[in-house]
């Protein structure tokens, strides 16, 4: 019986702020745990999205490549997707109305969930993370500059996570949402979209499975201070 309960969770959001991006887990090890999910690749390579068992990145060019299983991330969250939950019907709305209207519908406050949602959309804005090069910067220098793409009138699937505040640290606290469109042609990070309409499922997941790359020795070695950690998250994530 299929697990649908667990957020299988591989590094920290925290570990990125340092500029820890090595890979240290494969797209297959990290799919064993999951069929659905995001994350980014090694080197803060693109933005990681999961749908139906298969991981695509979406690169600083724009295209979008499908991930081979040898392929390593320094981040990533999946979890099996429940096709038995109800989806909830979608009415015309922003992405900031969505997450509101979302947390009040689905209860989401001190749970973590999944968030699938498909829809046809009027609007979609992403942004791509660059490709670092040893020795990483800091993931707010990382960041800083990304490219951003627009895309209008598509059809595409919503994908990530609500994290309860708690939590922030371990993940980003709040929404954490990638995009990819049905023809799996344009995807990124979340910025901003407007859906017209479309179907979501919000899956509560009881269980956090939080794995850490411990063979990795810049990781254990590395001083990760509390001290603006989820400040420099939001700014990168956000």
Known sequence: MKDTE?????????????????GTITAKELLSHGDTGIGTLAGLDGEVVIVDGQAFQAATDGSVNAVNGDATM???????????????????????????????????KNAFAGI???????????RVAPKQTKPYPPLTT????????TREDVQGTVVGYFAPALY???TVGGFHLHFISGDHQFAGHLLDFTVMTGEVTAQVLPNLMLHL????S???KADIKLSG????????EK
């Open 6 to 22: 667990t957020l299988y969770q591989h590094g920290t959001l925290a570990l990125l702020v340092p500029g820890l991006f090595d």
């Open 74 to 108: 320094p981040f990533a969250s999946v979890h099996t997707f429940d096709n038995q939950l109800p989806k909830t019907p979608l009415a015309a709305m922003t992405m900031p109305a969505f997450t509101t209207w979302l947390q009040t519908t689905a209860g989401l």
């Open 116 to 126: 699938v949602m498909t829809g046809t959309f009027n609007r979609v804005h992403v």
């Open 142 to 149: 990382a960041t800083a500059a990304q490219p951003e793409f």
């Open 168 to 170: 922030a640290g371990a």
């Open 213 to 216: 790359p411990t063979d990795n």
């Open 218 to 220: 810049d990781f254990m």
């Open 229 to 236: 950690l989820n400040d420099a998250i939001n700014e990168a």
